[in-house]
T-cell receptor, first 110, second 116 residues
């Protein structure tokens, strides 16, 4: 079945370092992916998206990489800040329905 | 903030009871999707409503039902509550436009349901 999963449940990084969060998907027909950030007590918040005709997309301090050959995408956060502490989800969009992975908790320590 | 509001914020029910959760869409949005998020898991799609009609459903039993009103607000109803229904219920609103393959969904803060 269709699934989106993450490799690491928790990632701890030092403030100022770069963070890389990974995600694998199983549906080779998937063509649109979104990264969400969810802070405690809040709903998921859109960070960045990428379509399958792209390998890389950059935003402000964030970059998403897509490797369709191995069905893998990653979220890179540059100069990680305490405010980046949250759970990060990748999601695969399928006919306006979002398929979320389990999530990775990012912890930023001073 | 996304402009999507949900009520109540927290709710405690017992097995077998029924519950209604409410969602107010962001202004101008015509589509509402509901998700169930169990503790430590990603959100799971329940169903979507577009212009008051169900427009897609996930793998949830019929005791999960919904409504969308003319003002595009929405309700999620769950009958015969089970312990496993304990979760954060999220709604997300979006503006469906002709020719658009995906319409960004804006999530509310969720309703935390506990079933005892």
């Amino acid at each position: 079945g269709e699934s989106v999963g993450l490799h690491l449940p928790t990632l701890s990084v030092q403030e100022g370092d770069n963070s890389i969060i990974n995600c694998a998907y199983s549906n080779s027909a998937s063509d649109y992916f979104i990264w969400y950030k969810q802070e405690s007590g809040k709903g998921p918040q859109f960070i960045i998206d990428i379509r399958s005709n792209m390998d890389k997309r950059q935003g402000q301090r964030v970059t998403v990489l897509l490797n369709k050959t191995v069905k893998h995408l990653s979220l890179q956060i540059a100069a990680t800040q305490p405010g980046d502490s949250a759970v990060y989800f990748c999601a695969d969009e399928n006919t306006d329905k979002l398929i979320f992975g389990t999530g990775t908790r990012l912890q930023v320590f001073p | 903030e996304t402009g999507v509001t949900q009520s109540p914020t927290h709710l405690i029910k017992t097995r077998g009871q029924q519950v209604t959760l409410r969602c107010s869409s962001q202004s101008g949005h015509n589509t509402v999707s509901w998700y169930q998020q169990a503790l430590g898991q990603g959100p799971q799609f329940i169903f979507q409503y577009y212009r008051e009609e169900e427009n897609g459903r996930g793998n949830f039993p019929p005791r999960f039902s919904g409504l969308q009103f003319p003002n595009y607000s929405s309700e999620l109803n769950v009958n015969a509550l089970e312990l496993d229904d304990s979760a954060l219920y999220l709604c997300a609103s979006s503006l469906a436009m002709a020719g658009s393959s995906y319409n960004e969904q804006f999530f509310g803060p969720g309703t935390r349901l506990t079933v005892l």
